[in-house]
């Protein structure tokens, strides 16, 4: 009969204190710039099929983040063989990522496959998560 009363008053204390939070923080999405290349408003980058390296900065968080998953090809994830952690460095088939305080530095090798390819790349700061999407056209 103890463990009953025990059991019920626990969980009317969990159903009385469970958390609803109205302060509520909604994180301002991330803001990325390039001096090589415009970024529209949802993060696409158009690259030409001869590829290139691409410095993407973001102006509104300082510290950010990659995680071992944080680079998809064509929708495939491009998990690191010595995933280490911080992840610094992401290697795909025909994209690498370096991260250096808050500035990404993006190689995308020559598109000669005849086909438009996609690389995505997640970036996380605290609560929020960006993304930035390069589209290379094919020759």
């Not at 993060?43 to 300082?62: D, F, L, M, Q, V």
Request: charged letters at 25%; one cysteine or more.
């Amino acid at each position: 009969m103890k463990k009953f009363i025990f059991i019920s008053v626990s969980m009317i204390l969990l159903a009385l204190t469970s958390c609803e939070n109205e302060d509520w923080i909604e994180w301002t999405p991330m803001s990325f710039v390039s001096e090589e290349t415009t970024i529209d408003k949802s993060g696409n980058i158009s690259i030409p099929a001869e590829g290139g390296t691409y410095h993407i900065r973001c102006t509104n968080y300082k510290l950010l983040a990659l995680d071992y998953n944080s680079l998809r090809e064509n929708d495939k994830e491009r998990l690191p063989s010595n995933w280490k952690d911080p992840v610094k460095e992401l290697k795909g088939e025909w994209t690498e990522v370096t991260m250096q305080d808050n500035v990404l530095t993006v190689s995308l090798k020559p598109n000669k496959g005849g086909e438009k390819r996609k690389s995505e790349i997640y970036i996380y700061s605290a609560g929020a998560i960006g993304s930035i999407i390069f589209n290379q056209a094919a020759e």
